[in-house]
Protein backbone atom coordinates (compact mmCIF):
# COMPACT_ATOMS: atom_id res chain seq x y z
CA UNK A 1 0.00 0.00 0.00
CA UNK A 2 1.96 3.01 -1.05
CA UNK A 3 1.88 6.65 -3.21
CA UNK A 4 1.63 6.94 -6.60
CA UNK A 5 5.03 5.37 -9.01
CA UNK A 6 6.49 4.01 -5.69
CA UNK A 7 7.10 0.53 -8.01
CA UNK A 8 3.38 -1.00 -6.99
CA UNK A 9 3.26 -3.24 -10.03
CA UNK A 10 6.57 -3.65 -10.65
CA UNK A 11 6.46 -5.31 -7.02
CA UNK A 12 3.52 -7.75 -7.82
CA UNK A 13 5.24 -8.94 -11.41
CA UNK A 14 8.21 -9.03 -9.28
CA UNK A 15 6.30 -11.20 -7.14
CA UNK A 16 4.49 -13.51 -9.54
CA UNK A 17 7.77 -13.67 -11.41
CA UNK A 18 10.11 -15.45 -8.85
CA UNK A 19 6.82 -17.57 -7.59
CA UNK A 20 6.76 -19.06 -10.70
CA UNK A 21 10.96 -19.22 -11.54
CA UNK A 22 11.37 -21.04 -7.47
CA UNK A 23 8.47 -23.71 -8.93
CA UNK A 24 6.12 -22.64 -5.85
CA UNK A 25 3.33 -22.31 -8.10
CA UNK A 26 1.41 -23.65 -10.95
CA UNK A 27 -1.67 -21.81 -11.17
CA UNK A 28 -2.32 -18.17 -11.00
CA UNK A 29 -4.62 -15.20 -11.00
CA UNK A 30 -4.24 -11.75 -12.21
CA UNK A 31 -6.81 -10.04 -11.26
CA UNK A 32 -7.43 -5.76 -12.31
CA UNK A 33 -10.49 -3.54 -11.51
CA UNK A 34 -10.82 -4.38 -15.02
CA UNK A 35 -10.16 -7.03 -18.05
CA UNK A 36 -8.33 -3.64 -19.91
CA UNK A 37 -6.27 -2.68 -16.84
CA UNK A 38 -5.11 -6.22 -16.31
CA UNK A 39 -3.80 -6.29 -19.81
CA UNK A 40 -2.35 -2.73 -19.93
CA UNK A 41 -0.86 -2.70 -16.62
CA UNK A 42 -0.32 -5.74 -14.95
CA UNK A 43 0.10 -7.80 -17.91
CA UNK A 44 1.84 -5.20 -20.96
CA UNK A 45 2.55 -2.22 -18.84
CA UNK A 46 5.98 -0.60 -18.51
CA UNK A 47 6.37 -2.63 -15.13
CA UNK A 48 3.82 -5.59 -16.11
CA UNK A 49 4.80 -9.00 -16.21
CA UNK A 50 6.01 -9.48 -19.91
CA UNK A 51 8.81 -6.45 -19.19
CA UNK A 52 9.52 -7.79 -15.80
CA UNK A 53 10.53 -11.17 -16.40
CA UNK A 54 13.77 -11.75 -17.14
CA UNK A 55 14.41 -13.39 -21.05
CA UNK A 56 15.28 -17.21 -19.80
CA UNK A 57 11.41 -17.27 -17.89
CA UNK A 58 9.51 -14.73 -20.19
CA UNK A 59 6.06 -16.29 -19.94
CA UNK A 60 4.10 -16.53 -23.66
CA UNK A 61 1.29 -13.92 -23.77
CA UNK A 62 -1.81 -15.04 -25.62
CA UNK A 63 -4.43 -12.44 -25.61
CA UNK A 64 -7.17 -13.96 -26.79
CA UNK A 65 -7.18 -16.48 -24.20
CA UNK A 66 -6.24 -13.49 -22.00
CA UNK A 67 -3.72 -15.76 -20.71
CA UNK A 68 0.19 -16.20 -19.95
CA UNK A 69 2.28 -19.86 -20.17
CA UNK A 70 5.96 -20.07 -18.81
CA UNK A 71 8.07 -23.23 -20.06
CA UNK A 72 7.81 -24.98 -16.84
CA UNK A 73 4.12 -25.11 -16.59
CA UNK A 74 3.20 -22.09 -15.17
CA UNK A 75 -0.33 -20.56 -16.24
CA UNK A 76 -1.27 -17.07 -15.11
CA UNK A 77 -4.85 -16.02 -16.23
CA UNK A 78 -6.41 -12.52 -16.65
CA UNK A 79 -9.48 -11.64 -14.32
CA UNK A 80 -11.39 -7.95 -14.38
CA UNK A 81 -13.02 -7.66 -10.86
CA UNK A 82 -15.76 -5.86 -12.82
CA UNK A 83 -16.79 -9.37 -13.32
CA UNK A 84 -16.87 -11.35 -10.28
CA UNK A 85 -18.83 -14.03 -11.80
CA UNK A 86 -15.71 -14.61 -14.11
CA UNK A 87 -13.58 -16.21 -11.35
CA UNK A 88 -16.05 -18.99 -10.48
CA UNK A 89 -15.17 -22.59 -11.23
CA UNK A 90 -10.91 -21.51 -11.39
CA UNK A 91 -8.60 -22.08 -8.82
CA UNK A 92 -5.06 -21.08 -8.10
CA UNK A 93 -1.92 -21.27 -5.69
CA UNK A 94 -1.43 -17.55 -6.09
CA UNK A 95 -3.02 -14.17 -6.80
CA UNK A 96 -1.87 -10.71 -7.49
CA UNK A 97 -4.72 -8.19 -7.08
CA UNK A 98 -4.02 -4.72 -8.28
CA UNK A 99 -5.40 -1.31 -7.10
CA UNK A 100 -8.20 -3.44 -4.75
CA UNK A 101 -9.06 -0.15 -2.97
CA UNK A 102 -10.67 1.08 -6.19
CA UNK A 103 -12.54 -2.68 -7.36
CA UNK A 104 -16.29 -1.37 -8.40
CA UNK A 105 -17.51 -5.11 -6.89
CA UNK A 106 -15.74 -6.14 -4.25
CA UNK A 107 -17.45 -9.62 -4.51
CA UNK A 108 -14.29 -10.22 -6.49
CA UNK A 109 -12.45 -10.60 -3.88
CA UNK A 110 -14.31 -12.83 -2.28
CA UNK A 111 -14.06 -15.32 -5.88
CA UNK A 112 -10.41 -14.87 -5.53
CA UNK A 113 -10.58 -16.15 -2.00
CA UNK A 114 -12.88 -19.29 -3.06
CA UNK A 115 -10.48 -19.94 -5.72
CA UNK A 116 -7.10 -20.09 -3.72
CA UNK A 117 -7.44 -23.59 -3.13
CA UNK A 118 -4.61 -25.41 -4.65
CA UNK A 119 -0.78 -26.38 -3.17
CA UNK A 120 0.50 -26.13 0.54
CA UNK A 121 0.19 -22.47 1.11
CA UNK A 122 -1.58 -19.77 -1.16
CA UNK A 123 -0.57 -16.72 -1.27
CA UNK A 124 -2.00 -13.37 -3.08
CA UNK A 125 -0.37 -10.54 -2.95
CA UNK A 126 -2.32 -7.16 -2.92
CA UNK A 127 -0.67 -3.96 -4.58
CA UNK A 128 -2.81 -0.67 -4.12
CA UNK A 129 -2.74 3.21 -3.24
CA UNK A 130 -4.75 3.75 -0.33
CA UNK A 131 -8.40 4.54 -0.34
CA UNK A 132 -10.83 3.91 3.29
CA UNK A 133 -13.19 1.61 1.71
CA UNK A 134 -14.56 -1.58 4.13
CA UNK A 135 -12.27 -4.24 2.39
CA UNK A 136 -8.66 -2.28 2.49
CA UNK A 137 -9.77 -1.45 6.58
CA UNK A 138 -10.53 -5.41 6.93
CA UNK A 139 -6.75 -6.54 5.29
CA UNK A 140 -4.91 -4.40 7.38
CA UNK A 141 -6.28 -5.25 10.67
CA UNK A 142 -5.82 -8.60 9.84
CA UNK A 143 -3.18 -10.96 11.85
CA UNK A 144 -2.60 -13.03 8.52
CA UNK A 145 -1.47 -10.12 6.17
CA UNK A 146 1.95 -8.39 5.69
CA UNK A 147 1.71 -4.27 4.82
CA UNK A 148 4.31 -3.15 3.21
CA UNK A 149 4.08 1.19 3.29
CA UNK A 150 5.76 3.42 1.16
CA UNK A 151 5.93 7.18 -0.54
CA UNK A 152 6.21 8.57 -4.02
CA UNK A 153 9.49 9.99 -3.31
CA UNK A 154 10.80 6.59 -2.25
CA UNK A 155 10.96 6.30 -5.84
CA UNK A 156 12.22 9.54 -6.39
CA UNK A 157 15.08 8.86 -8.75
CA UNK A 158 13.51 6.58 -11.24
CA UNK A 159 10.30 9.29 -11.73
CA UNK A 160 10.38 11.86 -14.44
CA UNK A 161 12.34 15.20 -13.72
CA UNK A 162 10.11 17.77 -12.07
CA UNK A 163 7.03 15.14 -11.37
CA UNK A 164 7.22 15.20 -7.97
CA UNK A 165 8.11 18.85 -7.65
CA UNK A 166 5.09 19.44 -9.65
CA UNK A 167 2.77 17.54 -7.57
CA UNK A 168 4.02 18.86 -3.99
CA UNK A 169 3.80 21.64 -5.11
CA UNK A 170 0.11 22.05 -5.99
CA UNK A 171 -0.94 19.41 -3.75
CA UNK A 172 1.49 19.70 -0.44
CA UNK A 173 -0.28 19.72 2.80
CA UNK A 174 -3.80 18.61 1.66
CA UNK A 175 -5.12 15.52 2.10
CA UNK A 176 -4.70 14.41 -1.61
CA UNK A 177 -1.12 14.52 -1.14
CA UNK A 178 -1.35 12.39 1.95
CA UNK A 179 -3.15 9.60 0.42
CA UNK A 180 -1.84 9.54 -3.10
CA UNK A 181 1.74 10.41 -2.39
CA UNK A 182 2.49 9.45 1.03
CA UNK A 183 0.53 6.23 0.69
CA UNK A 184 -1.22 7.18 3.97
CA UNK A 185 -4.99 5.95 4.55
CA UNK A 186 -7.20 8.12 5.57
CA UNK A 187 -10.44 8.01 7.22
CA UNK A 188 -12.58 10.89 5.87
CA UNK A 189 -11.16 14.31 4.79
CA UNK A 190 -11.73 16.83 7.03
CA UNK A 191 -15.56 18.64 7.17
CA UNK A 192 -16.75 16.08 3.86
CA UNK A 193 -19.98 16.30 2.77
CA UNK A 194 -19.44 12.38 2.36
CA UNK A 195 -17.91 10.64 4.57
CA UNK A 196 -16.47 7.46 3.86
CA UNK A 197 -18.51 5.12 6.02
CA UNK A 198 -21.53 6.94 4.36
CA UNK A 199 -20.30 6.14 1.35
CA UNK A 200 -19.65 2.68 2.29
CA UNK A 201 -22.97 2.31 3.57
CA UNK A 202 -24.67 3.53 0.42
CA UNK A 203 -23.30 -0.01 -1.82
CA UNK A 204 -25.78 -2.71 -2.75
CA UNK A 205 -25.08 -5.34 -5.09
CA UNK A 206 -27.93 -4.19 -7.38
CA UNK A 207 -31.15 -2.14 -7.89
CA UNK A 208 -34.62 -2.92 -7.68
CA UNK A 209 -37.08 -2.15 -10.78
CA UNK A 210 -37.15 1.41 -11.11
CA UNK A 211 -39.84 3.71 -12.36
CA UNK A 212 -38.01 6.40 -13.90
CA UNK A 213 -34.05 6.16 -15.27
CA UNK A 214 -32.09 9.49 -16.32
CA UNK A 215 -28.57 10.61 -17.24
CA UNK A 216 -27.22 14.01 -15.66
CA UNK A 217 -24.65 15.99 -17.89
CA UNK A 218 -22.42 18.52 -16.85
CA UNK A 219 -20.83 19.37 -20.04
CA UNK A 220 -16.54 20.60 -19.65
CA UNK A 221 -15.79 23.64 -21.77
CA UNK A 222 -13.27 21.97 -23.99
CA UNK A 223 -11.84 18.66 -24.47
CA UNK A 224 -8.25 19.17 -24.31
CA UNK A 225 -5.76 16.92 -22.80
CA UNK A 226 -6.19 19.38 -19.48
CA UNK A 227 -9.50 20.44 -19.95
CA UNK A 228 -12.07 19.31 -17.37
CA UNK A 229 -13.85 15.97 -17.79
CA UNK A 230 -18.00 15.79 -18.68
CA UNK A 231 -19.79 14.49 -15.99
CA UNK A 232 -22.15 12.32 -16.87
CA UNK A 233 -24.13 10.26 -14.05
CA UNK A 234 -27.23 7.37 -14.48
CA UNK A 235 -29.75 7.32 -11.79
CA UNK A 236 -32.94 6.29 -11.42
CA UNK A 237 -35.58 6.37 -8.64
CA UNK A 238 -38.17 3.23 -7.23
CA UNK A 239 -41.58 3.50 -6.45
CA UNK A 240 -40.84 3.83 -3.02
CA UNK A 241 -38.54 7.63 -3.39
CA UNK A 242 -35.33 5.36 -3.28
CA UNK A 243 -32.87 6.63 -5.78
CA UNK A 244 -30.08 4.44 -7.19
CA UNK A 245 -26.70 5.72 -8.81
CA UNK A 246 -25.94 3.21 -11.58
CA UNK A 247 -23.73 4.27 -13.53
CA UNK A 248 -20.47 7.25 -13.73
CA UNK A 249 -20.21 7.40 -17.56
CA UNK A 250 -17.71 10.63 -17.02
CA UNK A 251 -15.11 11.09 -19.47
CA UNK A 252 -13.17 13.87 -21.15
CA UNK A 253 -14.57 13.31 -24.05
CA UNK A 254 -14.95 15.79 -27.76
CA UNK A 255 -18.35 17.17 -28.95
CA UNK A 256 -18.90 13.72 -31.47
CA UNK A 257 -18.01 11.43 -28.72
CA UNK A 258 -20.75 12.66 -25.92
CA UNK A 259 -23.44 12.32 -28.02
CA UNK A 260 -22.08 8.60 -29.20
CA UNK A 261 -21.88 8.18 -25.29
CA UNK A 262 -25.37 9.12 -24.59
CA UNK A 263 -27.06 7.27 -27.19
CA UNK A 264 -25.26 3.71 -25.96
CA UNK A 265 -26.37 5.04 -22.23
CA UNK A 266 -30.16 5.91 -23.54
CA UNK A 267 -29.92 2.04 -24.70
CA UNK A 268 -28.04 0.24 -22.17
CA UNK A 269 -30.52 1.75 -19.67
CA UNK A 270 -33.47 2.46 -20.33
CA UNK A 271 -33.07 6.25 -20.03
CA UNK A 272 -35.60 8.33 -20.61
CA UNK A 273 -34.77 11.99 -19.31
CA UNK A 274 -31.78 13.76 -20.07
CA UNK A 275 -30.80 16.50 -17.65
CA UNK A 276 -28.11 19.06 -19.13
CA UNK A 277 -26.58 21.94 -17.18
CA UNK A 278 -25.96 24.86 -19.36
CA UNK A 279 -24.06 27.39 -17.28
CA UNK A 280 -21.03 26.67 -18.83
CA UNK A 281 -21.81 26.57 -22.43
CA UNK A 282 -23.62 24.25 -22.64
CA UNK A 283 -25.94 25.11 -25.60
CA UNK A 284 -24.17 23.95 -27.82
CA UNK A 285 -24.06 20.04 -26.40
CA UNK A 286 -28.29 20.85 -25.72
CA UNK A 287 -28.90 21.79 -29.18
CA UNK A 288 -26.17 18.75 -30.54
CA UNK A 289 -28.75 16.44 -28.34
CA UNK A 290 -31.79 17.53 -29.63
CA UNK A 291 -30.63 17.00 -33.34
CA UNK A 292 -29.61 13.96 -32.44
CA UNK A 293 -33.23 12.66 -32.28
CA UNK A 294 -32.59 10.95 -29.01
CA UNK A 295 -35.27 8.61 -27.91
CA UNK A 296 -35.47 10.78 -24.35
CA UNK A 297 -37.02 13.98 -22.57
CA UNK A 298 -33.81 16.68 -22.64
CA UNK A 299 -34.18 18.94 -19.82
CA UNK A 300 -31.81 22.08 -19.64
CA UNK A 301 -30.85 23.17 -15.74
CA UNK A 302 -28.92 26.28 -15.03
CA UNK A 303 -27.38 26.67 -11.96
CA UNK A 304 -28.57 29.76 -9.34
CA UNK A 305 -26.36 28.56 -6.31
CA UNK A 306 -23.17 28.00 -5.62
CA UNK A 307 -21.91 23.91 -5.61
CA UNK A 308 -22.10 23.47 -2.21
CA UNK A 309 -26.00 25.02 -0.94
CA UNK A 310 -26.65 22.43 -4.60
CA UNK A 311 -24.65 19.40 -3.35
CA UNK A 312 -25.78 19.75 0.43
CA UNK A 313 -28.78 18.90 -0.09
CA UNK A 314 -27.65 15.95 -1.65
CA UNK A 315 -25.59 14.87 0.88
CA UNK A 316 -28.41 14.90 3.39
CA UNK A 317 -30.32 12.59 1.40
CA UNK A 318 -27.24 10.33 1.57
CA UNK A 319 -26.90 10.47 5.56
CA UNK A 320 -30.54 9.22 5.74
CA UNK A 321 -30.17 6.44 3.26
CA UNK A 322 -32.19 7.39 0.71
CA UNK A 323 -29.42 7.20 -2.17
CA UNK A 324 -27.62 3.60 -2.91
CA UNK A 325 -24.48 3.09 -5.50
CA UNK A 326 -24.95 -0.09 -7.08
CA UNK A 327 -21.65 -1.29 -7.03
CA UNK A 328 -18.95 1.10 -6.43
CA UNK A 329 -18.05 4.08 -8.00
CA UNK A 330 -14.33 4.62 -7.39
CA UNK A 331 -13.57 7.84 -9.04
CA UNK A 332 -17.19 9.64 -8.39
CA UNK A 333 -16.36 8.51 -4.78
CA UNK A 334 -13.41 10.03 -4.33
CA UNK A 335 -14.14 13.28 -5.49
CA UNK A 336 -17.43 13.12 -2.98
CA UNK A 337 -15.11 12.31 -0.37
CA UNK A 338 -13.03 15.17 -1.38
CA UNK A 339 -16.04 17.86 -0.84
CA UNK A 340 -15.01 19.75 2.24
CA UNK A 341 -17.79 22.33 2.57
CA UNK A 342 -16.44 26.02 1.46
CA UNK A 343 -13.47 24.71 0.41
CA UNK A 344 -12.33 24.10 -3.61
CA UNK A 345 -12.22 20.41 -4.58
CA UNK A 346 -8.44 19.30 -5.74
CA UNK A 347 -10.05 16.58 -7.71
CA UNK A 348 -12.92 18.74 -9.78
CA UNK A 349 -16.61 18.71 -9.17
CA UNK A 350 -17.62 17.71 -12.40
CA UNK A 351 -18.50 14.24 -11.59
CA UNK A 352 -20.34 15.76 -8.35
CA UNK A 353 -22.25 18.10 -10.53
CA UNK A 354 -23.80 15.17 -12.19
CA UNK A 355 -24.65 13.21 -9.35
CA UNK A 356 -25.93 16.02 -7.68
CA UNK A 357 -28.24 17.38 -11.01
CA UNK A 358 -29.41 13.78 -11.07
CA UNK A 359 -30.13 13.34 -7.68
CA UNK A 360 -32.08 16.60 -7.43
CA UNK A 361 -33.88 15.65 -10.90
CA UNK A 362 -35.19 12.40 -9.08
CA UNK A 363 -36.47 14.40 -6.38
CA UNK A 364 -38.26 16.83 -8.04
CA UNK A 365 -40.28 14.19 -10.08
CA UNK A 366 -40.95 12.07 -6.72
CA UNK A 367 -42.72 15.41 -5.67
CA UNK A 368 -44.24 16.17 -8.45
CA UNK A 369 -45.87 12.89 -8.43
CA UNK A 370 -46.87 12.85 -4.93
CA UNK A 371 -48.67 16.05 -5.59
CA UNK A 372 -50.59 14.85 -8.28
CA UNK A 373 -51.48 11.79 -6.64
CA UNK A 374 -52.89 13.84 -3.94
CA UNK A 375 -54.97 16.05 -5.54
Sequence with gaps: MAGRG???????????????????????????????????????????????CPPWARPHYEPSKR?????????????????????????????????????????????????????????????????????????????????????TADNRANLAKGFLQELEASYSGTWLAAQELEGELLSDVPDTLWPARLLAEANVPRAPALSKVLLAIDPAVSSHADSAETGMVVAGIADD???????????????????????????LHKIDQLVVEINQGGDWLLQSLNQADLDAVITPVRAGQ???ARAEP???????????????LPQLEAQMRACQRGVPNRLGMDRVDALVWAIRSLQRQKQRNFEIRTV
Excluded at 8 to 15: I, L, M, S
Aim: net charge positive; charged share 20%; with cysteine.
Design 67 to 151: QLTWENGAVAQCFGAEEPDSLRGAQFDAAWCDELAKWSKPAAWDQVMFGLRLGQRPQVVVTTTPQPVPLIEQLIGRLDVVLTKGR
Design 6 to 52: WGKTRTGAEWISWQVQSGKVRRIALVAATQHEARMVMVEGVSGLLAC
Design 306 to 308: DKW
Design 241 to 267: GMCYVLQDASERLSPTAIGKRVAALIA
Design 314 to 328: VAMLYAQGRVKHVGR
